[in-house]
């Protein structure tokens, strides 16, 4: 490739990539001439733990909501990429989770639960956390649609699938997507509590 045939591509990245930027980050790429000059202004911002860039991802964290025309699934996964920037960052959340009446309800663990489903398959959830004083289990719609899952919901009911394969489905009860299983097919791992605390889940939507 000659030096010519290379400003061109890098021309062109360049414009990819400041056309994904919002204005007031591609406001700080403005100087750069280069791809690699822009990626490392983004990689000093994003990736250095300065109290400016955490005061900006708490800032974006605090005024997240969701709008109605938002699909709930990329609702949660901003929710989750921002969270796993202020990790980046070096900022731990406590292990608790809050209600909607902001009543703190402490994590007592967190581990990986295998649910025997009624077709016969073994479907695994990963990093389930277990909360005592929650009634029900939520599975996170957002941490399925991230681990390759294809969710499907509609006329008061929902499936889950994995290639050719449906692990699981359920009817909608209120505002909850459920499934129901019996907890003595559940085989928790990692996971110090008893199966029996596991035995209900619902899709939070």
């Given at each position: 490739m000659t030096?010519?045939?290379?400003?061109?591509?890098?021309?062109?990245a360049m414009s990819v990539i400041r056309l994904s930027l919002s204005r007031n980050v591609a406001f700080h790429t403005a100087k750069e001439k280069t791809t690699k000059g822009i990626l490392k202004v983004l990689a000093d911002m994003y990736k250095k733990p300065s109290a400016a860039n955490k005061v900006h991802l708490m800032r974006r964290l605090f005024n997240l909501k969701m709008s109605e025309s938002t699909v709930v699934a990329e609702h949660l996964n901003e929710?989750?990429?921002?969270?796993?920037?202020?990790t980046s960052v070096a900022i731990d959340f406590d292990d608790?989770?809050?209600l909607v009446d902001d009543e703190p309800l402490e994590i007592?663990?967190?581990?990986?639960?295998?649910?025997k489903t009624p077709n016969?398959?073994?479907w695994q959830?990963?990093?389930?956390?277990?909360?005592?004083?929650?009634?029900?289990?939520?599975?996170?719609?957002?941490?399925l649609d991230d681990e390759g899952y294809d969710l499907s919901f509609g006329?008061?009911?929902?499936?889950?699938?994995?290639?050719?394969?449906?692990?699981?489905?359920?009817?909608?009860?209120?505002?909850l997507y459920?499934?129901?299983?019996?907890?003595?097919?559940?085989?928790?791992?990692?996971?110090?509590?008893?199966?029996d605390l596991w035995h209900c889940a619902g899709l939070a939507t």
């Open positions: 030096e010519a045939e290379w400003k061109v591509l890098d021309r062109k929710f989750n990429l921002i969270t796993a920037q202020l608790e989770v809050y007592a663990g967190k581990g990986d639960v295998r649910i016969g398959l073994v959830l990963r990093g389930v956390r277990h909360i005592l004083g929650l009634k029900r289990n939520l599975i996170s719609v957002g941490q006329s008061s009911s929902w499936k889950i699938i994995k290639g050719a394969m449906v692990m699981a489905r359920g009817k909608k009860e209120g505002t459920m499934t129901v299983n019996n907890h003595d097919n559940i085989a928790l791992a990692n996971a110090n509590s008893d199966a």
